[in-house]
């Protein structure tokens, strides 16, 4: 990976923040934090995601990866 690789990672995370933000915390979670989803859904609060969170997690966490390789790809 180079420097400029790097800086369309970032740019494509950053346009993921401000696409969903529900998206982007759960993507810094699993990917900068090393959070299983498993931990991020018991942690998650109810009200946002009230039932089936850990299947929630794993289809935002699934949309947040694919908007950001469309971006790469784009």
Excluded at 9 to 21: F, G, N, P, Q, W
Excluded at 59 to 71: R, S, V
Aim: proline share 1%; net charge positive; charged share 30%.
């Amino acid at each position: 990976m180079n420097d400029d690789r790097g800086l369309q990672i970032d740019e494509a995370v950053t346009k993921l923040a401000r696409y969903s933000l529900l998206q982007y915390q759960i993507f810094c979670f699993y990917y900068l934090c090393g959070m299983s989803e498993r931990t991020i859904a018991d942690k998650m609060d109810k009200r946002i995601i009230p039932r089936n969170r850990r299947n929630r997690v794993k289809q935002e966490l699934d949309k947040a990866g694919a908007f950001i390789a469309g971006c790469l790809t784009g």
